[in-house]
Every structure is written in C-alpha cells, then in structure tokens.
Antibody, heavy 121, light 106 residues
Framework: QVQLVESGGGVVQPGGSLRLSCAASGFTFSNFGMHWVRQAPGKGLEWVAF????????LYADSVKGRFTISRDNSKNTLYLQMNNLRGDDTAVYFC??????????????WGQGTLVSVSS | DIQMTQSPSSLSASVGDSVTITCRAS??????LAWYQHKPGKVPNLLIYAASTLQSGVPSRFSGSGSGTDYTLSISSLQPEDVATYYCQTYSSAPFTFGPGTKVDI
C-alpha cells in the first residue's frame, strides 16, 4: 500500500532554513509527480510546490517562489523541500502528496501524515 | 493565476439531508478539478477528480459535477462521519490553487 512519511520539521528562527523529506513506498516513485501542500494553524490547505516524475519541471506557489526548492531522488524514493529565508507565515503542517495520473501533473491521491514547521524567535 | 472560491464557507445540516457545495474558478478549468475531505487531525482524503469521477473507496453518496468555471460537490444523505472541511482544487495550471474550504457540521 502507498506510504508517505514526512520528516525534518521543527522550530526554526525567522530567516533560518529547514529541509523536509518525504520517504515514499508502495508504488513506483519514479513514475509519479509529487506535491507539497501546507496548512497553517486555523487556515485552509495551501498548495506549495510540485515536481514532475523525471525532475524536468518544478512548479511553485508565488508565496514560496525564490525561497523554497522542491527536489527528488528517485534512487532513494524520497521527495525533498528545501526551505530558506523562513518567515512566520510559513508556520504550518507540511504534507507531501502523491500526484496522479503518472507522468503528469494532476490531483493528489495519497497524502502523508504531515510534519510541523514552526517559525518563531 | 486562477483564483478559486467556494460557497458557503460553512453549513450545518441534519443526518440524511442532501448537501451541495459550490466551487467557482476565475477562468475556465476544463474540469481539471478535485475535491478533498479534511477532518481535524487527519490526512486530507481525495473524494473526486476530473470534476465528477469518484475516487475508489469513496461512498457513492458523494458526487461531483460542473464544467467551465462552476462546479459542485453533493452529498446525497449526510452521515455523521461526513463532518469535515471540504476543499476544491484546480490542477489545470500552476499554481494548483485550493478553494478556501467549506466546513460541514451536523
């Protein structure tokens, strides 16, 4: 069965950096695009970034463009989100999600449990 | 960028009621629309994709429809376990924006 396990969250000061990871199993990771989605406390879901299965296309929300970088290692079945210059409004639970259908951008059919990022001095 | 709106922002209904949530895109999205259910403390759950295709395992009381800019999610007979916030999302083009959500209570 599909499993997505995020890690790397924690408390970081404004202006700091953090790298999130998402370990995937139960499907052919290299065939599917992957999303990061976040939810700030008391707020709705916000799409953050998407990466195609072959790493050839990376898409970002305007709110994180230039500060966050999505990447993947298909040999390790792992998705990453490098977050730099963090701000208070980046505080959120970050979910990784598997895209569908394969080889394209699309909806998110399976989600991880999420990892909490808290930006505070 | 495509903006997504939802109405109502919240609703309260009784068990067995039919419920409809509306999602509107700022431009046509060619049915590139998904609906998710999110319960507090849980992982978001895909309900519908391509505007009207029910995800495997989702109860048939959920249905989706629409085209162009206007889409709806319907629950034909509301159950206690349907208490959640429901989000639409377009995957027509980046950014893959979510709607603001509709909170459903009983």
């Amino acid at each position: 069965q599909v499993q997505l396990v995020e890690s790397g969250g924690g408390v970081v000061q404004p202006g700091g950096s953090l790298r999130l990871s998402c370990a995937a199993s139960g499907f052919t990771f290299s065939n599917f695009g992957m999303h990061w989605v976040r939810q700030a406390p008391g707020k709705g879901l916000e799409w953050v970034a998407f990466i195609r299965n072959d790493d050839n296309d990376k898409l970002y929300a305007d709110s994180v463009k230039g500060r966050f970088t999505i990447s993947r290692d298909n040999s390790k079945n792992t998705l990453y989100l490098q977050m730099n210059n963090l701000r208070g409004d980046d505080t959120a639970v970050y979910f990784c999600a598997k895209g569908h259908p394969p080889y394209s951008n699309g909806w998110a059919d399976f989600w991880g449990q999420g990892t909490l990022v808290s930006v505070s001095s | 960028d495509i903006q997504m709106t939802q109405s109502p922002s919240s609703l309260s209904a009784s068990v067995g009621d039919s419920v409809t949530i509306t999602c509107r895109a700022s431009q046509g999205i060619n049915r590139f629309l998904a609906w998710y259910q999110h319960k507090p403390g849980k992982v978001p759950n895909l309900l519908i994709y391509a505007a009207s295709t029910l995800q495997s395992g989702v109860p048939s009381r959920f249905s989706g429809s629409g085209s162009g800019t206007d889409y709806t999610l319907s629950i034909s007979s509301l159950q206690p376990e349907d208490v959640a916030t429901y989000y639409c999302q377009t995957y027509s083009s980046a950014p893959f924006t979510f709607g603001p959500g509709t909170k459903v209570d009983i």
